[in-house]
């Protein structure tokens, strides 16, 4: 059987099977049994994640020849692969969506196919010439998705697969692939004839033809013009693709006495919602030259494997110290290369898919100088900043202070118009649960709150929310004012009727008073003394990380001081996330009854 016939009855196909560790041989012979296209009742593979090593099969399909035969043509198929990301959606009509190709790669001689033969009809006539058989050759090829640097929209993972065979005639192949001149040509004029008297060589005459530097033909175009393509179906395949997880790493000195030039470096792994299978993070690998890695997270107790799902945030520790201080002083930046493998289960026992990311990033060993100091790159700090900030919510309502809001307004009509603005609607609902009534609570006897967290965000792809409760105590705001006498001493009458050198020499020596005796009276006499209700005992409550639709329960301790209606000022929630606050003031009121002394 000629090339020809072969080319023009064969066709390749691939597939991307939902199994990871798929059978060939056990796929094959359920579709040939049932008469039907080789793997046409393979289950395969909806969507694909970026990351991943995903597992191409390419399927060729000829007339049935003898198996030796159809391995000596094989050797000369040419089976490109190509995946590349393209986006679903455009801004614009007028633009098409953009594209990137992830990766390029070609089947491997060195791979050898799995050779199947079945046949389409009945195999009981005994002429062999009338049986319609067939033979598949089925490769197994590993394409990486890596992410593309475009900005992805609805993106999806487009593959191509084109086949081409090699003329086997030896004019056409072998000469262009040997590299030797061809026969009967001549050499050319020596480029290196004139180091052949250097005392150097020792006598080695170096030879060099022209023909080879300054001829340059495209040989490589000359070639693909005699390969001969194979059709391919489909012509591309295309699935949605999905990132598992965006990762980055941070690295800071520690601050000790005296300074050292340890880095700790913090591995944040955050997992995104396209997906809702089980992540197994499995491996995390950290190297850095001339340096020591010494992993923190697995001596606090949490070894790997890890188990994630969506919308986890998980940190990872790790010290890293330089081997010898000498080297790290002349050179004190090292790259450390980070490498990540996970698997995902997206069917357990069947589909189990691969993932791995590697990157390198710049660790600098320089010792700080102060570091009791602190960074010497201060935060940003924004000017007349408010009291009080909402945590993220979309009200209108403004807390901010009327004397900052309205600078020029007149104290006594601030005072007139002041109203308690009312909490608005930040995504967080809390419940505070005094004690029962039926609780006898005395003086210094000690009772809790119960504290109710909600995160009531309507975005489920929203972060999660790091909070941290603060009691505010009781003050008592005392709005009288005293009228104060001038707090400047002033001099007797009779030093004005003294020479002027005199008056000059006693201010020199006795200064202004900062406050006289008498005004000192003024504040102490008309001053409130008034004594603590009641103490909380609970410095603050950090709660979270709360996903949205989460909720937590905590409790606040407190110390009853006095008889009576006791209660705080208000509770102080804060996001830890930027440190903007709002406070509660609609709280319980806790009832303590007096001791009847017996």
């Not at 809001?405 to 603005?421: H, N, W």
Request: contains cysteine; proline residues 7%.
């Amino acid at each position: 059987m000629s090339d020809s016939s072969i080319l023009d009855d064969s066709s390749l196909s691939y597939i991307i099977p939902l199994t990871t560790d798929f059978a060939v041989e056990e796929a094959f012979e359920n579709d040939a049994k049932k008469d039907g296209e080789p793997f046409s009742s393979v289950e395969r593979r909806e969507s694909l994640f970026f990351d991943e090593s995903v597992d191409v099969y390419l399927v060729l399909k000829c007339p049935y020849v003898e198996e030796d035969t159809l391995r000596s043509y094989l050797r000369s198929l040419v089976i490109s692969v190509e995946a590349q990301v393209r986006n679903g959606t455009v801004p614009d009509r007028d633009t098409h969506p953009a594209t990137e190709v992830v990766y390029t790669g070609t089947v491997d001689y060195s791979e050898d196919p799995s050779i199947l033969v079945a046949s389409l009809g009945d195999d009981d006539s005994e002429d062999e010439e009338n049986s319609n058989q067939y033979a598949v050759a089925v490769w197994k090829h590993s394409a990486f998705l890596g992410r593309p640097r475009m900005r992805l929209q609805s993106p999806s993972a487009v593959f191509s697969v084109t086949a081409s065979l090699k003329p086997t005639d030896p004019s056409l192949s072998d000469g262009t692939r040997d590299g030797y001149l061809q026969s009967g040509v001549p050499s050319g004029l020596n480029l290196l004839e004139s180091f052949g008297n250097d005392p150097a060589m020792n006598g080695v005459k170096p030879r060099l033809s022209a023909l080879r530097v300054s001829r340059v033909a495209p040989v490589t175009q000359q070639a693909k013009d005699y390969l001969r393509p194979i059709k391919s179906l489909p012509k591309k395949l295309s699935l949605r693709i999905y990132p598992v997880a965006h990762s980055r790493i941070r690295f800071t000195h520690l601050n000790t006495a005296p300074s050292t030039a340890t880095v700790l470096a913090m591995l944040e792994i955050d997992f995104t919602p396209f997906f809702d299978c089980e992540i197994i993070l499995d491996k995390i690998s950290i190297s850095v030259a001339d340096g020591v890695v010494e992993d923190l997270t697995s001596q606090a107790g949490m070894p790997l494997p890890v188990s994630c799902v969506a919308h986890d945030h998980v940190t990872f520790l790790y010290r890293i110290s330089p081997v010898e201080a000498d080297v790290m002083s002349k050179n004190p930046i090292r790259d450390a290369n980070i490498a990540i493998s996970a698997m995902a289960l997206v069917q357990p026992d069947v589909c189990e898919p691969r993932l791995s990311m590697t990157w390198a990033a710049t660790v600098d060993f320089t010792v700080p100088v102060n570091p009791g100091y602190g960074s010497t790159m201060q935060p940003i700090q924004r000017m007349h900043r408010p009291s009080q900030l909402s945590i993220g919510g979309e009200s209108a309502t403004s807390l901010t202070a009327p004397s900052v809001a309205r600078p020029d307004s007149l104290p006594a009509l601030e005072a007139a118009t002041r109203t308690e603005a009312s909490v608005p609607d930040v995504g967080i609902a809390m419940t505070f649960t005094g004690p029962p009534s039926s609780q006898k609570i005395y003086p210094g006897d000690e009772f809790f709150w119960s504290v109710f967290v909600v995160n009531r965000s309507l975005i489920p792809s929203a972060v999660s929310r790091k909070l941290a409760i603060v009691v505010i105590p009781k003050r008592r705001r005392n709005e009288s004012r005293v009228n104060r006498p001038p707090s400047m001493s002033r001099l007797p009458e009779a030093v004005y009727g003294q020479s002027q050198q005199q008056k000059a020499a006693r201010d020199r020596k006795v200064a202004d008073a900062v406050l006289d005796e008498n005004v000192v009276h003024a504040m102490q006499h008309s001053s409130i003394i008034d004594s603590a209700e009641v103490v909380c005992l609970s410095a603050d409550i950090r709660v979270g990380p709360l996903a949205p639709g989460a909720c937590h329960v905590a409790e606040l301790r407190f110390l009853a001081l006095k008889e009576g209606l006791v209660s705080v000022e208000a509770v102080r929630v804060i996001d830890l996330a930027n440190n903007e606050h709002v406070d509660i003031r609609q709280l319980p009121t806790t009832v303590v009854e007096s001791k009847l002394e017996s």
